[in-house]
Protein backbone atom coordinates (compact mmCIF):
# COMPACT_ATOMS: atom_id res chain seq x y z
CA UNK A 1 0.00 0.00 0.00
CA UNK A 2 1.13 3.43 -1.04
CA UNK A 3 1.41 6.46 1.40
CA UNK A 4 -1.44 8.23 -0.98
CA UNK A 5 -3.76 5.10 -0.39
CA UNK A 6 -2.96 4.94 3.29
CA UNK A 7 -4.01 8.32 3.48
CA UNK A 8 -7.07 7.81 2.07
CA UNK A 9 -8.02 5.01 3.62
CA UNK A 10 -7.71 7.00 6.77
CA UNK A 11 -9.85 9.38 5.27
CA UNK A 12 -12.46 7.21 4.59
CA UNK A 13 -12.41 5.97 8.25
CA UNK A 14 -12.32 9.33 9.74
CA UNK A 15 -15.45 10.23 7.46
CA UNK A 16 -17.40 7.11 7.49
CA UNK A 17 -16.58 7.12 11.53
CA UNK A 18 -18.51 10.32 11.77
CA UNK A 19 -21.08 9.64 9.98
CA UNK A 20 -21.82 6.87 11.37
CA UNK A 21 -21.89 9.02 14.77
CA UNK A 22 -24.20 11.39 13.77
CA UNK A 23 -26.97 9.10 11.81
CA UNK A 24 -26.70 6.75 15.37
CA UNK A 25 -27.26 10.45 17.20
CA UNK A 26 -30.51 11.03 14.64
CA UNK A 27 -31.77 8.06 15.20
CA UNK A 28 -31.26 6.78 11.79
CA UNK A 29 -30.19 3.31 10.07
CA UNK A 30 -27.87 2.79 7.28
CA UNK A 31 -24.91 4.61 6.51
CA UNK A 32 -24.24 6.55 2.96
CA UNK A 33 -20.27 5.91 1.68
CA UNK A 34 -18.55 8.54 1.86
CA UNK A 35 -16.97 9.05 -1.64
CA UNK A 36 -13.19 8.48 -2.15
CA UNK A 37 -10.84 10.87 -3.88
CA UNK A 38 -10.91 11.35 -7.44
CA UNK A 39 -9.13 13.59 -10.27
CA UNK A 40 -11.36 15.91 -11.55
CA UNK A 41 -10.55 18.14 -14.10
CA UNK A 42 -11.43 22.23 -13.36
CA UNK A 43 -11.84 24.98 -15.08
CA UNK A 44 -11.34 28.69 -13.32
CA UNK A 45 -15.06 30.68 -13.96
CA UNK A 46 -16.73 29.42 -11.28
CA UNK A 47 -20.63 29.54 -12.82
CA UNK A 48 -19.97 28.68 -16.24
CA UNK A 49 -23.22 27.45 -17.43
CA UNK A 50 -21.37 23.88 -19.20
CA UNK A 51 -18.30 22.04 -17.19
CA UNK A 52 -16.50 19.01 -18.35
CA UNK A 53 -14.56 17.27 -16.05
CA UNK A 54 -13.77 13.67 -15.23
CA UNK A 55 -16.85 11.88 -12.07
CA UNK A 56 -16.38 12.27 -8.96
CA UNK A 57 -17.56 8.73 -7.31
CA UNK A 58 -21.05 8.24 -7.38
CA UNK A 59 -23.90 9.65 -4.68
CA UNK A 60 -23.93 7.92 -2.13
CA UNK A 61 -26.81 4.30 -1.52
CA UNK A 62 -30.23 5.01 -0.65
CA UNK A 63 -30.42 7.44 2.03
CA UNK A 64 -31.72 6.24 5.57
CA UNK A 65 -35.84 7.38 6.16
CA UNK A 66 -34.59 10.76 8.63
CA UNK A 67 -38.35 11.74 8.46
CA UNK A 68 -39.29 9.12 10.51
CA UNK A 69 -36.33 10.36 13.16
CA UNK A 70 -37.96 13.44 16.06
CA UNK A 71 -37.31 17.21 14.26
CA UNK A 72 -35.46 18.22 17.30
CA UNK A 73 -33.15 15.14 16.83
CA UNK A 74 -32.52 15.82 13.24
CA UNK A 75 -31.98 19.74 13.79
CA UNK A 76 -29.52 18.56 16.83
CA UNK A 77 -27.33 16.39 14.75
CA UNK A 78 -27.29 19.44 12.12
CA UNK A 79 -26.09 20.91 14.83
CA UNK A 80 -23.56 19.33 15.76
CA UNK A 81 -22.58 18.46 12.26
CA UNK A 82 -22.45 22.19 12.08
CA UNK A 83 -20.00 22.51 14.71
CA UNK A 84 -17.76 20.12 13.37
CA UNK A 85 -17.10 21.56 10.11
CA UNK A 86 -16.13 24.48 12.00
CA UNK A 87 -13.32 23.12 12.89
CA UNK A 88 -12.51 21.20 9.83
CA UNK A 89 -8.98 20.66 8.44
CA UNK A 90 -9.72 18.13 5.74
CA UNK A 91 -7.99 20.00 2.71
CA UNK A 92 -6.55 23.80 1.80
CA UNK A 93 -9.16 25.78 1.98
CA UNK A 94 -9.39 25.92 5.99
CA UNK A 95 -6.42 27.72 5.81
CA UNK A 96 -7.72 30.71 3.96
CA UNK A 97 -11.41 31.16 5.23
CA UNK A 98 -13.04 33.56 7.28
CA UNK A 99 -15.26 31.28 8.19
CA UNK A 100 -17.19 28.07 7.37
CA UNK A 101 -20.47 28.34 5.31
CA UNK A 102 -22.85 25.78 6.39
CA UNK A 103 -26.83 26.45 5.27
CA UNK A 104 -29.24 28.59 6.46
CA UNK A 105 -32.98 28.29 6.08
CA UNK A 106 -35.35 25.29 7.57
CA UNK A 107 -33.69 22.08 8.62
CA UNK A 108 -36.45 20.06 8.06
CA UNK A 109 -37.39 21.87 4.72
CA UNK A 110 -39.33 19.36 1.98
CA UNK A 111 -37.37 22.21 -0.67
CA UNK A 112 -33.36 22.35 -0.87
CA UNK A 113 -31.41 24.15 -2.80
CA UNK A 114 -27.69 23.24 -3.31
CA UNK A 115 -24.55 25.27 -4.71
CA UNK A 116 -21.23 25.62 -5.69
CA UNK A 117 -19.31 27.21 -2.70
CA UNK A 118 -19.59 30.66 -0.53
CA UNK A 119 -18.03 33.95 -2.02
CA UNK A 120 -16.33 36.78 -0.52
CA UNK A 121 -19.93 37.77 1.18
CA UNK A 122 -20.81 34.13 2.19
CA UNK A 123 -17.61 33.93 4.07
CA UNK A 124 -17.75 36.74 5.83
CA UNK A 125 -21.30 36.40 7.10
CA UNK A 126 -21.01 32.66 7.62
CA UNK A 127 -24.55 32.36 5.54
CA UNK A 128 -24.59 30.83 2.07
CA UNK A 129 -26.39 33.01 -1.00
CA UNK A 130 -26.22 36.16 1.31
CA UNK A 131 -24.75 38.55 -2.15
CA UNK A 132 -26.17 39.33 -5.20
CA UNK A 133 -27.08 35.75 -6.44
CA UNK A 134 -28.15 35.02 -2.85
CA UNK A 135 -30.62 37.76 -3.18
CA UNK A 136 -31.77 36.86 -7.08
CA UNK A 137 -31.90 32.96 -5.09
CA UNK A 138 -34.22 34.63 -2.67
CA UNK A 139 -36.42 36.36 -5.53
CA UNK A 140 -36.57 33.20 -7.18
CA UNK A 141 -38.05 31.07 -4.09
CA UNK A 142 -40.62 33.87 -2.87
CA UNK A 143 -41.64 33.05 -6.64
CA UNK A 144 -42.37 29.58 -6.20
CA UNK A 145 -44.59 30.60 -2.94
CA UNK A 146 -41.95 29.71 -0.32
CA UNK A 147 -40.35 32.34 2.60
CA UNK A 148 -36.06 32.08 2.52
CA UNK A 149 -36.60 30.58 5.86
CA UNK A 150 -38.91 28.00 4.26
CA UNK A 151 -36.42 26.23 2.16
CA UNK A 152 -32.97 24.50 2.73
CA UNK A 153 -30.08 26.24 1.11
CA UNK A 154 -26.16 24.68 1.37
CA UNK A 155 -23.03 24.40 -0.92
CA UNK A 156 -20.94 21.36 -1.94
CA UNK A 157 -18.16 22.81 -0.25
CA UNK A 158 -18.31 24.92 3.10
CA UNK A 159 -15.47 27.42 2.47
CA UNK A 160 -14.29 29.84 0.19
CA UNK A 161 -12.01 28.54 -2.79
CA UNK A 162 -9.71 31.87 -3.15
CA UNK A 163 -11.27 34.26 -5.86
CA UNK A 164 -14.13 32.39 -6.25
CA UNK A 165 -12.69 29.86 -8.23
CA UNK A 166 -14.20 26.10 -9.04
CA UNK A 167 -13.41 23.66 -6.16
CA UNK A 168 -10.50 21.71 -6.73
CA UNK A 169 -10.67 17.78 -7.10
CA UNK A 170 -9.33 16.99 -3.34
CA UNK A 171 -11.65 19.74 -1.82
CA UNK A 172 -14.16 18.15 -3.06
CA UNK A 173 -13.82 14.96 -2.00
CA UNK A 174 -12.82 15.97 1.60
CA UNK A 175 -16.11 18.46 1.66
CA UNK A 176 -18.70 15.89 -0.18
CA UNK A 177 -19.15 13.62 2.63
CA UNK A 178 -20.75 16.45 5.48
CA UNK A 179 -22.87 17.68 2.54
CA UNK A 180 -24.54 13.62 2.33
CA UNK A 181 -24.44 13.95 6.06
CA UNK A 182 -26.54 17.00 5.67
CA UNK A 183 -28.98 15.87 3.19
CA UNK A 184 -29.73 12.27 5.46
CA UNK A 185 -30.87 14.53 8.40
CA UNK A 186 -32.28 17.45 6.09
CA UNK A 187 -34.42 14.34 4.40
CA UNK A 188 -35.81 17.08 1.35
CA UNK A 189 -38.19 15.83 -1.13
CA UNK A 190 -36.73 17.54 -3.50
CA UNK A 191 -33.21 18.84 -4.71
CA UNK A 192 -32.18 21.68 -6.79
CA UNK A 193 -29.05 21.22 -7.90
CA UNK A 194 -27.81 25.47 -8.96
CA UNK A 195 -25.16 25.29 -11.75
CA UNK A 196 -22.79 22.04 -13.03
CA UNK A 197 -20.55 21.50 -10.12
CA UNK A 198 -23.32 21.52 -7.24
CA UNK A 199 -24.76 18.72 -10.17
CA UNK A 200 -22.18 16.92 -10.47
CA UNK A 201 -21.04 16.79 -6.87
CA UNK A 202 -24.70 15.30 -6.30
CA UNK A 203 -25.05 13.15 -8.82
CA UNK A 204 -21.07 11.57 -9.31
CA UNK A 205 -20.94 12.09 -13.22
CA UNK A 206 -20.27 15.10 -15.52
CA UNK A 207 -22.83 17.37 -15.94
CA UNK A 208 -23.29 19.97 -18.59
CA UNK A 209 -25.84 22.05 -17.27
CA UNK A 210 -27.16 23.68 -20.64
CA UNK A 211 -28.34 20.66 -21.48
CA UNK A 212 -29.01 18.65 -18.16
CA UNK A 213 -31.10 21.36 -16.85
CA UNK A 214 -34.83 20.89 -16.84
CA UNK A 215 -34.40 16.82 -16.20
CA UNK A 216 -35.29 15.02 -13.04
CA UNK A 217 -32.41 13.12 -11.64
CA UNK A 218 -31.71 10.95 -9.11
CA UNK A 219 -29.72 11.43 -5.95
CA UNK A 220 -28.82 8.75 -2.72
CA UNK A 221 -31.18 6.62 -5.32
CA UNK A 222 -34.56 8.25 -3.98
CA UNK A 223 -34.47 11.68 -4.00
CA UNK A 224 -35.43 13.63 -7.03
CA UNK A 225 -32.85 16.33 -7.89
CA UNK A 226 -33.86 19.51 -10.50
CA UNK A 227 -30.08 20.39 -12.58
CA UNK A 228 -30.77 24.28 -13.04
CA UNK A 229 -28.42 27.20 -13.76
CA UNK A 230 -26.69 29.31 -10.63
CA UNK A 231 -28.23 32.74 -9.99
CA UNK A 232 -24.49 34.32 -10.74
CA UNK A 233 -25.19 33.37 -14.52
CA UNK A 234 -28.32 34.73 -14.38
CA UNK A 235 -27.10 37.61 -13.16
CA UNK A 236 -25.06 37.59 -16.79
CA UNK A 237 -27.53 36.23 -18.85
CA UNK A 238 -30.79 37.25 -17.33
CA UNK A 239 -32.59 36.02 -20.51
CA UNK A 240 -31.79 32.31 -19.30
CA UNK A 241 -34.44 33.27 -16.63
CA UNK A 242 -37.08 32.10 -19.00
CA UNK A 243 -35.62 28.47 -18.53
CA UNK A 244 -35.10 28.68 -15.21
CA UNK A 245 -38.24 29.75 -14.20
CA UNK A 246 -39.60 26.50 -16.15
CA UNK A 247 -37.56 24.39 -14.22
CA UNK A 248 -38.45 25.78 -10.77
CA UNK A 249 -42.27 24.99 -11.84
CA UNK A 250 -41.53 21.53 -12.72
CA UNK A 251 -40.31 21.93 -8.67
CA UNK A 252 -43.42 23.23 -7.85
CA UNK A 253 -45.55 20.71 -9.68
CA UNK A 254 -43.87 18.14 -8.07
CA UNK A 255 -44.17 19.65 -4.50
CA UNK A 256 -48.21 20.22 -5.23
CA UNK A 257 -47.84 23.61 -4.88
CA UNK A 258 -49.76 26.05 -7.08
CA UNK A 259 -48.40 28.22 -9.72
Given at each position: ????????????????????????????????????????????SSTSPA????????????????????????????????????????????????????????????????????????????????????????????????APDEVY???????????????????????????????????????????????????????????????????????????????????????????????????????????
Amino acid sequence: MTSDDADELRALVRATRTLAEQLRASGASGVPAAPRHVAVATRPSSTSPAVEHAPLPPAPPPLPEASTTPPEERARSLAALSAEVVGCTRCALAGGRTQTVFARGNPLAELCFVGEGPGADEDASGLPFVGQAGQLLDKMIAAMGYAPDEVYICNIVKCRPPGNRKPEPEELSACLPYLHQQLALVSPKVIVALGATAAHGLLGAPVAITRARGSWRLYAGRVPVMPTLHPAYLLRQPEAKRDVWRDLQAVMERLGKKR
